[in-house]
């Protein structure tokens, strides 16, 4: 994600831009998420692991940023589990691509 700053925004805003800035974030973001969910699709076991993390199974792909908006760490353990999910699902799909 863009660091954005309060100027950026009085910018936007002067030039008419702002609305389709935050609609162009909102799909960038939206497109991550579903690549999210679609890399962790491909291997059941961990699509079980996001479903007893979160408690239900209709994940949306979002996973929370590392740091807050004062650069504060998120040492959230939701956040921590889904990274590593994440990170399991991507290191199967690049081992599995170069077996290929």
């Not at 863009?2 to 008419?16: G, N, S």
């Not at 162009?24 to 962790?40: G, H, I, K, W």
């Not at 059941?44 to 993390?53: M, R």
Request: hydrophobic fraction near 40%; glycine fraction near 4%; proline fraction near 4%.
């Amino acid at each position: 994600m863009t660091d954005i700053t309060e100027a950026d925004v009085t910018a936007l805003r002067q030039q008419h831009d702002l609305k389709a800035f935050i609609q162009d974030t909102n799909r960038q973001a939206a497109a991550r998420c579903a690549a999210r969910v679609r890399l962790v699709a491909h291997h059941p076991d961990l699509v079980e692991q996001v479903t007893a993390v979160l408690g239900h199974p209709n994940w949306n792909g979002y996973l929370a940023p590392e740091t807050d908006c004062t650069g504060r760490v998120n040492t959230s353990p939701i956040r921590r589990r889904l990274a590593a999910i994440l990170a399991e699902a991507e290191q199967r799909t690049n081992t599995t691509r170069s077996a290929a």
